[in-house]
Antibody
Framework: EVQLVESGGGLVQPGGSLRLSCAAS????????MHWVRQAPGKGLVWVSH????????NYADSVKGRFTISRDNAKNTLYLQMNSLRAEDTAVYYC??????WGRGTLVTVSS | EIVMTQSPATLSVSPGERATLSCRAS??????LAWYQQKPGQAPRLLIY???TRATGIPARFSGSGSGTEFTLTISSLQSEDFAVYYC???????????FGQGTRLEIK
């Protein structure tokens, strides 16, 4: 069974940092592009970033470019999202996904003073 | 950036009736289109990928059609558990970005 389990969310002050992790199992993690998608409270789904299967290529939504960094450790079957210079508008549930096939349950990030 | 536009924003349908949801792309995405269902407090659930292929375990009352810029999700006979928000997503503009539609809320009439 495919499983994606996010962790690392929480409450952080504006300007702060947070690192999200996503543990993958049940599929050959090292052969898939992986993604982060977020959803602000009461809003729709927004793609944030993705990374090539071997980590050689990454891309970001304009809203997070220069502040967020996606990475992966294929030996540990784990995806990461380093989030710096956080803003109130980054408040959302962050989902790890093997699009379009599998999604994690999400982890909530709240940016507030 | 490819913009995905879903219509209508809200659709009111009675149980047992047919629901038709639309998704339009600002440029061709071939058949690289997925549909998701999302219920409150839950992650999105894949229904359709490749514009028309049902995901594993998805009931036959869900069907997808279209290619290029116009896509449709049809639910042939609505069950109570089908009332939710539905999103389309393109994955054709690859690798730069992936985009979602803004969602259609399917509510009980």
């Amino acid at each position: 069974e495919v499983q994606l389990v996010e962790s690392g969310g929480g409450l952080v002050q504006p300007g702060g940092s947070l690192r999200l992790s996503c543990a993958a199992s049940g599929f050959t993690f090292s052969t898939y592009w992986m993604h982060w998608v977020r959803q602000a409270p009461g809003k729709g789904l927004v793609w944030v970033s993705h990374i090539h299967s071997d980590g050689s290529s990454t891309n970001y939504a304009d809203s997070v470019k220069g502040r967020f960094t996606i990475s992966r450790d294929n030996a540990k079957n784990t995806l990461y999202l380093q989030m710096n210079s956080l803003r109130a508008e980054d408040t959302a549930v962050y989902y790890c996904a093997n699009l379009p096939y599998a999604w994690g349950r999400g982890t909530l990030v709240t940016v507030s003073s | 950036e490819i913009v995905m536009t879903q219509s209508p924003a809200t659709l009111s349908v009675s149980p047992g009736e047919r629901a038709t949801l639309s998704c339009r792309a600002s440029q061709s995405v071939s058949s690289n289109l997925a549909w998701y269902q999302q219920k409150p407090g839950q992650a999105p659930r894949l229904l359709i990928y490749g514009a028309s292929t049902r995901a594993t375990g998805i009931p036959a009352r869900f069907s997808g059609s279209g290619s290029g810029t116009e896509f449709t999700l049809t639910i042939s006979s609505l069950q109570s558990e089908d009332f939710a928000v539905y999103y389309c997503q393109q994955y054709n503009d690859w690798p730069p970005e992936i985009t979602f539609g803004q969602g259609t809320r399917l509510e009980i009439k």
